[in-house]
RNA sequence: GGCCCGUUCGUCUAGUGGUUAGGACACUGGCCUCUCACGCCGGUAACAGGGGUUCGAAUCCCCUACGGGUCACCA
């Protein structure tokens, strides 16, 4: 464990799909630690071993790397289990907790009491137990960085269970217990985990550590929620887009188009505010990035090797956002083409075309083809696209050619 | 209900006592054009409401309304 460091962490639960929300603050803590020049520790919460889902933890890491967060500093909450039974018991010893003998019903029709039972009666009951924390003695004060001071009255604390029935930490007493035990001094989380805040100081302070760590909760992102990761990747929408549109949004930036190495220099959580999802937004900034992707690499992303094919991509991004939609639109380039219109002009233009020489321009294999052919107006122009592009509409001929030309013979095949 | 947080066009945002309240995305009108688009030039559209303070308030103060979050042996 390091000493003395300043540590920024993420904490994903291995229960279910990284969205959106998520990985914003995964993204946040990221920038903060590189600018803080500090370490960036990723903490999976698999502290409920019920809820796990296998092999959930691993996608999570793979997604994160897909957006080059790095995972190299990797833990799991459920490999400090004996710390937490450990610190329980401590808690229980000095009097900061109590064992509860209710179950789940019997709370629903009377408060627990089991905060006064003595150590006899305890002892002698041998019905399944859970440890509950004993509420604060003195009212919990804590400051966040963008809400500054908080009281939180000590009646509004209840005696919240750290260890359940089967003996396994709470999460909320895990995650407190770890970023104690990890050296933690930096938290970014949702603000929907604000009103965890005073119970996990409180429960550092019964057992005497007295470092603070600095909070900051983010106004979320409404609808993060139900717009998982996954699928937007599935869409295809770019990583770098999707990290530039949560790095934007809700924010101030120098630039609206940014890359991640470009945020890290300004970026500023304290002008961070509450936002709602807007795909039309991300639509508009995965256009750019795509632009802005190398030909090559843009290709591989459509399932194409060659730098020209992504060079015709971004000719496409004039009407079409996402890399799922651009594709099928370069696969007709290259499919078999049946026009449905315009056939018989179809197959005189292609027969022409494919005795034609090799034109460097397109005005002039447009001219031979329209001097050879005798086609002219619509019936010479509708079918010249449908033979180039598979498609009766699309960007300027003149635009995709170049690009295309040198595969000229597969394409009028 | 208690506690916490928030509220400028549909969305994101500028604005920190004096602006025709600006920009971007979306929507939309025109031009351009072999098509759909892009591009260019335009357009619609916002200070939640009410009280103060002030010569003057989106901006400062108070109240109300609305929205979000949290009060689990879920995270």
Redesign the pocket.
């Known amino acids: 464990m390091t000493k003395g460091k300043v540590l920024f962490r993420f ?1 994903p ?1 291995a ?1 279910r799909d990284l969205h959106i929300g998520d990985l914003r603050i995964a993204l946040f803590n990221y920038i903060c630690a590189l600018q803080a020049k500090d370490t960036f520790l990723i903490r999976i ?1 698999d ?2 071993a019920e ?1 796990n889902i296998e092999g959930k933890d691993q996608e999570i890491l793979k997604i994160l790397s897909l957006f080059h967060i790095p995972v190299t500093n990797v833990t799991y909450q459920s490999h400090n289990r004996k710390f937490h039974q450990q610190l329980a018991t401590k808690l229980l010893m000095d009097q900061h907790a109590f064992s ?1 003998f ?3 019903e019997s ?1 629903k029709k009377h408060d627990c009491t089991c905060e006064h039972l003595s150590d006899e009666a305890v002892l002698n009951n041998e019905s ?3 440890v509950r924390i004993k509420r604060p003695q003195h009212d919990i004060t804590c400051t966040d960085r ?3 001071t ?4 000590k009646e ?1 604390i ?1 005696n ?2 750290i260890l ?3 003996k396994s930490p ?3 007493f895990a995650a407190a217990l770890d970023d104690m035990l990890g050296d933690i001094s930096m938290i970014i989380r949702e ?6 805040t005073p119970k996990e100081i409180m429960i550092r302070d019964y057992l005497g550590y007295d470092k603070e760590i600095t909070y900051a909760h983010l ?2 992102i ?1 609808d993060a929620h139900t717009t998982s990761l996954k699928s937007l990747l599935e869409e295809g929408f770019l990583p770098s887009a999707i990290t530039n549109y949560l790095i ?5 930036t120098p630039t ?1 188009i940014f890359d991640l190495q470009e945020a890290i220099s300004w970026f500023d959580l304290d ?1 961070i ?4 999802f ?1 795909i ?2 991300l ?2 900034i995965n256009r750019e990035h795509i632009k802005k992707t190398a030909d090559l690499e843009l290709a591989k992303f459509l399932g194409y090797s060659s730098q020209d094919i992504g060079a015709v991509a971004k000719v496409y991004t ?2 079409a956002s996402t890399i799922n939609e651009i594709k099928p639109k370069l696969d007709a380039i290259f499919a078999k083409k049946e026009p449905l219109e315009f056939q018989e002009e179809f197959a005189t233009l292609r027969t022409v075309a494919q005795k034609a020489p090799f034109f460097k321009e397109f005005d002039d294999l447009k001219a031979h083809l329209a001097a050879k052919s005798g086609l002219k107006g ?1 019936e010479f ?2 079918p010249l ?1 449908f033979l180039l592009t598979g498609s ?7 635009d995709i050619y170049p690009h295309i030309k040198n595969y000229l013979g597969e394409i009028i095949k």
């Open positions: 904490a639960q229960t919460d502290t409920d809820a509860c209710c179950t789940p709370l399944p137990f859970c963008f809400k500054g908080m009281h939180f009255k509004t209840d919240f269970v359940r029935v089967d709470s999460t909320l603000e929907e985990q604000l009103n965890h106004p979320s409404c934007m949004t809700g924010n101030e609206e002008k505010s509450t936002v709602t807007d039309n937004k639509r508009h004039e009407e619509k122009s509708t696209r009766d509409k699309g960007p300027n001929l003149g």
